[in-house]
T-cell receptor, first 111, second 113 residues
């Protein structure tokens, strides 16, 4: 089945540790997006990529990094510089002229 | 900058109609979207409307757009307990081709039996 797969579903980070969240899509979409969701708030854009080997910062990129080496994959690294990483992270992709479709999310917590 | 506002909570009885409202500020928005989020899950696209349309109907869902007032609403007819979720309004960033969306805070819909 075509879709967007995020893994893991739950992730725990220790102090000073970097963690990487996976996002894979088999929809042949060029554009991919990472959002952060905090309780009672809407989604805020972290990074987005419109094409392989290119990406741009969103509204809250500090403390995060991404790569886009393959069309299907857009991993997000939460670095130790992100002081408040506890949140629900959502990945989305979009085909040309189409709406964004979302994965099921990864919940990141601090140990 | 662009902003999208929604009321935070709506409670209705099963079988009633629900109306969720949204206001936005970006007059250059090309598309406006409604997404549904169930607990612990991602966002599911419900419907979307192009900015030159006034209304769109899809089964139990009706979207109304008042472009002059920058007001969008989602009406759910015959609301069921399975409709209990958070509903997000989002607008496309009309001045670019990036597909970036601006989301409201979400409206929690509670459906009582």
């Amino acid at each position: 089945d075509g879709g967007i797969t995020q893994s893991p579903k739950y992730l725990f980070r220790k102090e000073g540790q970097n963690v990487t969240l996976s996002c894979e899509q088999n929809l042949n979409h060029d554009a991919m997006y990472w959002y952060r969701q905090d309780p009672g708030q809407g989604l805020r854009l972290i990074y987005y990529s419109q094409i392989v080997n290119d990406f741009q910062k969103g509204d809250i990129a500090e403390g995060y990094s991404v790569s886009r080496e393959k069309k299907e994959s857009f991993p997000l690294t939460v670095t130790s510089a992100q002081k408040n990483p506890t949140a629900f992270y959502l990945c989305a992709s979009r085909g040309e002229g189409q709406p964004q479709h979302f994965g099921d999310g990864t919940r990141l917590s601090i140990l | 900058g662009e902003d999208v506002e929604q009321s935070l909570f709506l409670s209705v009885r099963e079988g009633d109609s629900s109306v969720i409202n949204c206001t936005y500020t970006d007059s250059s928005s090309t598309y406006l979207y409604w997404y549904k989020q169930e607990p612990g899950a991602g966002l599911q696209l419900l419907t979307y409307i192009f900015s030159n349309m006034d209304m769109k109907q899809d089964q139990r869902l009706t979207v109304l757009l008042n472009k002059k007032d920058k007001h969008l609403s989602l009406r759910i007819a015959d609301t069921q307990t399975g409709d209990s979720a958070i509903y997000f309004c989002a607008e496309s960033h009309g001045s670019s081709n990036t597909g970036k969306l601006i989301f409201g805070q979400g409206t929690t819909l509670q459906v009582k039996p």
